[in-house]
């Protein structure tokens, strides 16, 4: 889960996604749009029985939130919550597991903030079943040509690995980046990225206003995308100024054209 504001419960009983499932918590930031849902969260967790570790990454700032929550409104909880401080000044591999790396943005914001950058573990070829029949391969050696061995037969033939496998699929990514200004620097961190979710509060016309609150126009997050040769763009995080959110996608669209606006309970197959 990403950042975690008001209403995050009521979205997810409508979208039908267990709270149970959630091992990870990654929060960008200290402020209240993205942690506020935090509490009721873990409290119902611990209503539902919840006995698995939860662990939680952010900015140093968070503990003492987390500290709070947990002292005013979920003493005694059934489980153990974990805590990760991100140092959100650099570029560093903040998870990993066998199947996703994450990685921390260092975005720049009124107050320490980081974006996240998913990668997944890059999967193995396919093994081509027709092979495995005429080859007489046996099933304790389908992993080692997976990684890259060729198979020898009896009569000392060798048959390479490229004719035994068929390539792998591409390895998905998805970044996310809100809140922040502009930050051309993010483009050699984002390369070839499957997805970037990047923050558009502002149109082209309110560009001083953007600098002055450490925010980004609808232009800028489609300039990061183009530069970085993202395949999607998804632009959030509007301004309660902006009444007509198409006019935000007509900016990004014109640098981008592989945009789209993010709405409640969007569904981005990757």
């Known amino acids: 889960m990403i950042d975690c504001g008001e209403g995050a419960q009521i979205q997810m009983q409508k979208m039908r996604l267990p709270m149970a499932r959630i091992g990870h918590i990654f929060i960008s930031h200290n402020h209240g749009d993205h942690v506020f849902g935090l509490p009721g969260l873990i409290s119902t967790m611990a209503l539902l029985g919840r006995t698995a570790e939860l662990h939680i990454h952010g900015p140093q ?3 003492e939130f987390l500290d709070e929550t947990m002292r005013v409104y979920c003493e005694g909880i059934t489980f153990k919550i974990i805590f990760h401080a991100i140092d959100t000044r650099v570029h560093n591999i903040i998870y ?10 260092p975005l720049q914001h009124r107050i320490p903030c980081s974006g996240f950058l998913f990668r997944e ?17 046996p099933f304790s050696q389908i992993n080692n040509i997976k990684a890259g061995a060729s198979w020898t037969t009896e009569d ?7 004719r035994l496998v068929t390539p792998a699929e591409k390895a998905r990514s998805y970044a996310y980046c809100s809140d922040t200004a502009y930050q051309p620097c993010l483009i050699e961190m984002l390369q070839d990225v499957t997805l970037l979710y990047h923050e558009a509060t502002y149109p082209e016309e309110f560009i001083k206003r953007a600098q002055e609150t450490l925010h980004s126009t609808a232009s800028q997050a489609a300039t990061i995308a183009k530069e970085s040769h993202a395949e999607k763009l998804c632009i959030g995080h ?27 309970g969007l569904n981005i197959k990757l």
Do not use: Y
């Open 61 to 63: 700032q968070l503990q």
């Open 156 to 162: 000392g033939t060798v048959i390479p690995n490229e």
């Open 238 to 264: 509007f301004s309660a100024r902006v009444k007509d959110e198409k006019g935000l996608l007509a900016e990004a669209t014109a640098i981008f054209p592989q945009t789209r606006l993010a709405f409640e």
């Open 96 to 105: 990993e597991d066998r199947s996703v790396t994450v990685w921390s943005l």
């Open 121 to 137: 573990t890059s999967p193995l070829p396919h093994i081509r079943r027709e092979m495995i029949d005429a080859f007489n391969i």
